[in-house]
């Protein structure tokens, strides 16, 4: 088993000081970057802004509401996640320099900026199968402490800290900014955090693969039965009908042309890997305490082109990131965010979705996409006539645009928002409401809308 690790950590090194990135930059999340207690504190805060009761409290908050944002930091927090994931992509583009990630525990930090930095420079990241794989990769199997930072048992209030959700926030960022670079949508995020909190599913559930397997096993074993098998949350038909499913797709994005073989580039990254310096339980993070020696031995004495993290970074970071901005964007190549203070927004579908009064009817993001695909479906419309066409092509004939069609009917916040007086169905039609056998289309119904100022 030793012999096993002296290899793995052999590897690491040869990982690293891969040619020709054989400089190293050490990055420790722990002591120069946002703490968990920060993390924590400021969505406490951020998440009192949205637990309104009624009107009157709404209208009460709405004044000072903007400076009560300021205070709780979150969108703060945001930027400098951001921008610490564009440092770091800084050194691997620019500098052609790897970067070593350290954190106390290897399993917070680490996987967000990693997971940050591969979304921003992999277009397969972007799309639905790579940001799935994205996820099970760096989070489930890197060994972050979803059962202690969602705090599912309601044990400790103190484990308890949003930092999947803090990703999901930042990746919204990237979304919104740049939204025909993603396969998916905003509301494909959404559903993605809310399941987070669902306890049938067990994707979300553990400390670690470690922790699934011990005690999906000792279940079975007490039980004698079968093993336990939890359903995964990546099955969407579990919790929606193929229509709603349709929602989680962006009919904007364009997959990149496929190369052939001879055009492939010879340049694949390297998957990441963070190290840590302390003691790690067998349940956190990727090493056991038998590996400590080995990776202070590693760090210590084997890396002797470490460069230390300074401020020189700050000299390069402003003339790589205006760099990039002053080119046209390339959807399936690198891309970066805006990260200056009006560029980082509110998320508004997840966090004020159940708010009536935050809903704009016949505004906001529904708004341009509807007219968007109306233009995409008149274009396809002529190009059939040219080509003398007689069925319309199979992506622009789904269902989702459908729901988008007529603007003027949906909120903002759709298709979260219920609009309707006398019905409680939301536009998001799940498959529990296929149980109840009601099958009329939401889509063709003449809705009774809300009047918000009467709400």
Known sequence: MCHAFRVMAYQIYRIIH??????????????????????????????QLF??????????????????????????????????????????????????????????????ISSLVQVMMDPHCRTRVGFQSLVQKEWIMGGHCFLDRCNHLRQSDKEEVPVFLLFLDCVWQLVHQHPPAFEFT?????????????????????????????????????????????????????????????????PLYVEKPKLDKGQRKG?????????????????RGFFREETDHLIKNLLGKRISKLINSSDELQDNFREFYDSWHSKPTDHHGLLLPHIEGP???????????????????????????????????????LQE???????????????????????????????????????????????GWKALGDEEDLAKREDEFVDLGDV
Request: charged content about 25%; overall charge negative.
């Open 186 to 250: 905003e509301t494909y995020l959404t559903v993605l955090s809310d399941s987070l909190y669902i306890p049938i599913f067990s994707t979300f559930f553990f400390n670690s693969p470690h922790q699934k397997d011990t005690n999906m096993g000792r279940e079975s074993q007490e039980t004698q039965s079968k093993p336990l098998n939890l359903l995964t949350v990546w099955d969407w038909s579990v919790q929606f009908e193929p229509k709603a499913q349709m929602l989680l797709r962006n």
């Open 385 to 431: 006539k040219i080509d003398e066409r007689h069925h319309r092509q199979e992506a622009l004939q789904a269902e989702a645009p459908s729901l988008l069609r007529n603007s003027v009917r949906l909120s903002s916040l759709f298709p979260f928002a219920l609009l309707q007086r006398h019905s409680s169905k939301p536009v998001l039609p799940t498959s």
């Open 267 to 283: 340049h694949q990254r390297q998957p990441s890997l963070p190290l840590t310096q302390s003691k790690s339980s067998p349940k």
């Open 51 to 112: 637990l309104i009761d009624n009107s009157t409290e709404f209208w009460d908050t709405d004044i000072k509401w903007f400076s009560l944002l300021e205070s709780s930091s979150w969108l703060d927090i945001i930027r400098r996640c951001l921008k610490k994931a564009i440092e770091i992509i800084e050194c691997l583009e620019a500098q052609n320099m790897s970067v070593l990630l350290l954190e106390e525990n290897a399993s917070d930090l680490c996987c967000l």
């Open 18 to 47: 891969k040619p020709p990135k054989e400089l190293v930059k050490t990055e420790d999340l722990s002591s120069n970057f946002v703490s968990l207690q920060d993390i924590q504190t400021a969505y406490a805060k951020f998440k």
């Open 343 to 381: 560029e980082i927004k509110v998320w508004a579908q997840r966090y004020l979705r159940w708010i009536p009064e935050a809903q704009i009817l016949g505004g906001g993001t529904v708004a341009t996409m509807s007219k968007l695909l109306e233009m995409m479906e008149e274009v396809q419309s």
